[in-house]
């Protein structure tokens, strides 16, 4: 029999509660051509019983897994399951709109260089406040390629559970890896590093849902301090590859925690715009005004600043006088 289409990986860890209608909302979609690898990571409730119930009803639908590894090396055990020549990802407490596979499918097979997309998400459960609407309507104002990359290196601008992956490319780059940091926006870095296009359904195709009990809010690996580490370390293959001077603005207490973390290589100045600190000293880096910095080409800007209203203020200082976004600065937070 030939190998479906798409092959979806949904991890799952005692999620009794909500595993039935994550599988359902994969069952309606409209795209047939599809299998579910439902990998179970060690349930010790009623969550494998209800995965394997689906899978003797529909044989798309297999059931993997037995002990706890751990959510990365779950997706890759799913994924070297699967034989499709697209993966997608799924979490086991959202909801997949039902035309959610057959339009990333579509998007993807319209542009031969884009290697993964996303969709739009609605946010849904216990935790929503200002906080997270403002975050929803950030992640889901990125949908062209060029303002994915643009915000790459703010946080993830796709949600994890709305992966859609060409095969081919997830095993060029090696799959997800196992690091001291989201698996996610690892395998987005590396995936943008290689040379992929990287895209966005501009459509709601998602209940994300946000809870307390997520492995995001209490794993270190997705802590604040986790989310720098990847920064910095794909800062250094990148934009900051072969540039022995950069710059770096922003002396609040955003920027600090990026000046306590900078180890070896460390900004020439630090620009600032209170008086009060130009020329100080923070954490061994000298305090500067922004008409101290050097004119565009002779140097690469981070932008660590996260007050509200900072990033249009910033560009409005800097694109006049001839700075690009992505070329000659970086917004991080």
Not at 196 to 217: C, F, H, N
């Amino acid at each position: 029999m030939a190998s479906p289409i798409v092959s979806v990986i949904l991890p799952f860890f005692n999620a009794e509660a909500t595993l039935a209608k994550a599988i359902l909302s994969i069952r309606q979609q409209t795209l047939p051509d599809w299998e579910l690898i439902a990998f179970d990571d060690g349930s010790i409730d009623a969550s494998r019983t209800i995965a394997e119930r689906f899978a003797r009803e529909d044989s798309r639908i297999r059931v993997l897994g037995e002990r706890h590894v751990g959510i990365v090396e779950a997706l890759r055990r799913g994924c070297d399951a699967a034989h499709s020549p697209y993966l997608a990802r799924m979490d086991a407490d959202d909801i997949a709109a039902p035309e959610r596979l057959e339009k990333q499918l579509a998007l993807l097979e319209s542009d031969p260089e884009m290697a993964v997309c996303g969709t739009l998400v609605r946010i849904v459960g216990e935790m929503m406040g200002s906080g997270r609407r403002r975050y929803e309507k950030w992640i889901n104002s990125l949908f062209n390629p060029e303002d994915i990359v643009r915000e790459l290196f703010v946080e993830c601008p796709l949600p994890h559970p709305t992966f859609f992956i060409r095969r081919s490319a997830y095993d060029h780059i090696g799959g997800y890896q196992g690091q001291d940091w989201p698996e996610d926006h690892d395998l987005l870095m590396r995936i943008w590093l290689a040379g992929y296009q990287i895209g966005k359904v501009p459509e709601i195709l998602l209940d994300w849902t946000d809870a307390s009990t997520r492995l995001s809010m209490s794993d270190p690996r997705y802590s604040e301090a986790a989310f720098r580490a990847i920064k910095r370390y794909y800062l250094f293959e990148s934009y900051l590859k072969n540039r022995p001077i950069f710059h770096q603005w922003g002396a609040g207490e955003v920027g600090k925690r990026w000046l306590r973390e900078w180890n070896d290589r460390r900004p020439f100045a630090v620009v600032d715009i209170h008086p009060r600190k130009i020329g100080r000293k923070i954490h061994g880096c000298r305090i500067i005004p922004p008409d101290h910095l050097p004119p565009p080409g002779s140097t690469f800007i981070v932008i660590a600043v996260g007050s509200p209203g900072a990033r249009e203020d910033i560009r409005a200082w800097l694109n006049p006088k001839g700075y690009i976004e992505t070329k000659d600065y970086l917004f991080l937070a």
